[in-house]
């Protein structure tokens, strides 16, 4: 691929070819993926999609993936012991590029392709035992072979010009799965293309960036592979089969057509399948949150006995409650006619999709097995809110009510959605959340324009964090007032303490991190009688955390320790749970609630107010079931102190909405 630039002076061209070096046969290490992922494992043929979806073009026989990944942790775990063979484009690979200086330079990454292979393939099966090269070894239920093909990366640097320069990385990968007995039974084509960012400092011939961009190709690649190897019918109806006839090929996946059992036989069973989708909304799309059946008729219009008959189900792993993935019916009768259902609701679809539902039946006979197969085309579509529940807009502020001043109310709103690293992810609707609540409190909260402040984005950089937490709030905090403050955004949890992730911040170092401890301090310091602070924040683990049997720090059992008493605590999700958004509201889900709740649908008592009590309550009714209904992942309010029935804090004045 050439890409032609119009010259506006002298430019050096980078340009990189794809190599490899002659391949070193190492060890062959098994790779159990409760030391990649630690947590619980789900071994069903339809598993959990947390979440990672890749919009997918045809190219030149390939699968093409763009650079975007939404959710990359998805698991599968197909109960198979597999080897995977690198072949040594993969282990001994390396870039050759030329540097601002057209002086040549070499990059090797087969390291961290290596790495990265073995991590996504680890969470695909059950086990996964790496081997290079010519290395040989036992092939339990089949083997996975990775090829590397095309690489390349191309951008244009201006000589001796200091700045940021885009970075486009092509890569490509043959894929393929064989069965025990050495038979190939699925085989794919992937090509990515990622775009990534390079810089020279104009001095040197120094061109750095260039490891960051190449990491994304690869992570875009190995999550292809990943997901189409979890997905893989014949891989997942392998899976399904016992582990003795897998392991001396069995069907290698592959069903045997109908013909194959008792050919020419008059008296031989015949299965009709028929087969029926209904989902919750009867559109024929299955949608996040809905709850979906899918319906097995079978009868044997045969002259004899059909033995042992079972129904599978294959398909993407889009199950919130995964179905059972096996029903049998039993013997079938001539002129019998038996049914299987399977329920489950869906979750994980990130962007719309067409996807295979495949219903294989199969039955025991004197000669090969029967078999029948439907493949059912579905169309997948993210949740788009709640199943059967009307969307309010919550943009629409309400009217202040006449005489409504609270004169010593304060409020700080801080969201974050975008970051000026843009590899930082941010939270979606964290801004408007801020600014929308903000809003709501001039409004019906009563809190004058002098004693309201928002942060969103580029605007909340630790500089203005820190002044509004300790010079701004303490100049209009008073005895006997109120403080309210709202923080939707990213928090790094790490064992050293827990800190906000500011507008600077980056993916490593401690640049841009405005510490827990250190807000926590400033509010110990403010007048206020009281303050309610609302986090509305994705935690996410600091890299040195990271590692086999690591897991994520309780940041949240730091904010208990160090709060003072005056705060009131209210958390969007408990621990290890993750924030939700709400697209079609068009706000984080808890920020949505908090929002409707205030503008009166909390007013549980129906006295005119709302107070923090109501609030409360409200938000741990309607968040977790929306959260459930919307991909299955909890989600559920915590304050501290607890907001029990009475308890103190309950009575705190959010808005009047009369």
């Known amino acids: 691929m050439q890409r032609m630039a119009r010259r506006r002076g002298p430019l050096v061209v980078l340009s990189a070819v794809f190599r490899y070096n002659p391949p070193m046969v190492h060890g062959a290490p098994v790779v159990d993926p409760k030391a990649i992922m630690p947590g619980s494992r789900r071994q069903a043929a339809i598993g959990l999609l947390t979440g ?46 030329r540097d601002a200086c057209q002086q040549p330079q070499r990059l090797a990454i087969g390291d961290r392709f290596k790495k990265a292979l073995t991590r996504e393939v680890g969470l695909v099966f059950n086990k996964v035992r790496v081997v290079e090269g010519d290395a040989v070894g036992p092939m339990p239920d089949g083997q996975v072979t990775v090829d590397l093909g095309l690489h390349t990366v191309e951008t244009f640097i201006p000589t001796k010009r200091r700045g940021k320069h885009a970075a486009i990385v092509t890569m490509g990968a043959t894929t393929a799965f064989f069965d025990a007995a050495g038979a190939e039974i699925f085989a794919k084509n992937l090509r990515v293309e990622t775009k990534g960012e390079i810089e020279t400092n104009g001095e040197s011939c120094d061109v750095t960036g260039l490891p960051t961009a190449i990491d994304q190709a690869v992570a875009t690649l190995v999550h292809g592979i990943k997901k189409n190897l979890g997905m893989a019918v014949p891989i997942q109806r392998l899976a399904a089969e016992p582990p003795s006839e897998r392991r001396r090929g069995g069907m290698g996946g592959v069903p045997p057509k109908p013909s194959q059992a008792l050919p020419g ?13 209904q989902d919750a909304t009867s559109d024929h799309v299955l949608q996040g949150g809905e709850e979906v059946i899918v319906r097995v008729e079978v009868s044997n219009s045969g002259n004899s006995r059909a033995k042992s008959v079972g129904v599978d189900l294959f398909g993407p792993p889009i199950w919130a409650q ?14 019998e006619t038996k049914r299987a259902e399977f329920s489950g609701r869906v979750r994980g679809v990130k962007s ?28 997948l579509r993210p949740a788009t809110g709640f199943v059967n529940e009307p969307i309010v807009d919550v943009d629409h502020i309400p009217a202040r009510p006449a005489g409504l001043l609270r004169r010593k109310a304060v409020g700080l709103a801080i969201g974050l959605s975008t970051h000026r690293d ?26 004058s324009d002098s004693h309201l402040r928002v942060l969103t984005n580029d605007r909340a950089t630790k500089d203005a964090w820190a002044d509004a937490l300790e010079d701004w709030l303490p100049a209009r905090s008073e005895p006997g007032g109120t403080v309210f403050i709202y923080i939707s955004g990213r928090v790094l949890a790490a064992s050293s303490g827990a800190s906000f992730l500011a507008y600077e911040a980056q993916r490593a170092g401690s640049a841009g991190l405005f510490s827990l401890r250190r807000l926590t301090a400033a509010l110990a310091k403010l007048p206020a009688q009281q303050i309610v602070l609302f986090l509305d924040v994705e935690p996410t683990e600091a890299a040195e955390e990271g590692g086999e049997g690591g897991g994520m720090p309780d940041w949240l059992a730091g904010v208990s320790r160090t709060i003072p008493d005056k705060v009131i605590l209210i958390v969007s999700a408990g621990r290890g749970q993750s924030v939700h958004a709400l697209e079609a509201g068009r706000h984080g889900l808890f920020a949505y609630w908090l929002l409707r709740g205030l503008a009166g649908e909390a007013d549980l008592n129906r006295d005119g107010s709302v107070w923090l009590g109501e609030a409360y309550d409200w938000l741990t009714a309607k968040v977790p079931e929306v959260a459930q209904r919307l991909d299955g992942r909890e989600q559920t309010p915590i304050s501290d102190p607890p907001l029990t029935s009475g308890a103190k804090g309950r009575d705190v004045l959010l808005t009047k909405v009369r």
């Open 422 to 447: 843009p590899t930082v992810k941010g939270l979606p609707y964290a801004g408007q959340d801020a600014v929308t609540l903000a809003r709501y409190w001039g409004a019906i909260g009563g809190i």
């Open 352 to 379: 719309p999709e067409q996807a295979d539902l495949v219903v294989a039946v199969k039955a025991a006979t004197l000669g090969a097995p029967l078999m029948e197969e439907k493949t059912i085309p579905v169309s």
């Open 322 to 335: 995964a179905p059972a993935t096996s029903v049998a019916l039993g013997d079938l009768e001539p002129g």
């Open 52 to 97: 990672a979806a890749i919009a997918m073009t045809i190219f030149a026989g390939c699968e093409f993936f763009p650079a975007r990944i939404e959710d990359n942790s998805a698991a599968y775990y197909l109960p198979l012991d597999v080897n995977l063979r690198l072949d040594r484009t993969v282990t001994a690979a390396d870039f050759e590029y």
């Open 265 to 277: 036989s008059e008296s031989a069973p015949k299965l009709a399948v028929r087969t029926i989708v």
